[in-house]
Nanobody
């Protein structure tokens, strides 16, 4: 499966943004999807994951209550809605796919898309 994330941009602290990740291939609905981010000079970190049906979601503590992951299998798209943004949320955001939904920050993903940059100004 091929993935492409988009929707990043510049936003003020406290603002909102919605990221999208479009997937190619007919088997999108069978994959669990995840979002990760990498800030300048830092390692990539897990943000959120969602099961193939959308019934299961799991978030990093740093974004819980502010970010929401969702998916539309009919449109082969997974979303990440970012709310109450903080300057420390500034990063390149990546979407990824794996065959088994695993609500863990340490799960390995099989497919990765290119990132979309989110910049939060103070």
């Amino acid at each position: 499966v091929q993935l492409q994330a988009f929707g990043g941009g510049l936003v003020q602290a406290g603002g909102s943004l919605r990221l999208s990740c479009a997937a190619s291939g007919r088997t999108f609905s069978s994959y669990a999807m995840g979002w990760f981010r990498q800030a300048p000079g830092k390692e990539r970190e897990f943000v959120a994951t969602i099961s193939w049906s959308g019934a299961g979601t799991y978030y990093a503590d740093s974004v819980k209550g502010r970010f929401t992951i969702s998916r539309d299998n009919a449109k082969n798209t997974v979303f990440l809605h970012l709310r109450r943004l903080k300057p420390e949320d500034t990063a390149a955001y990546y979407c990824a796919a794996r065959t088994i939904y695993t609500p863990s920050v340490g799960a390995e993903y099989d497919y990765w898309g290119q990132g979309t940059l989110v910049t939060v100004s103070s």
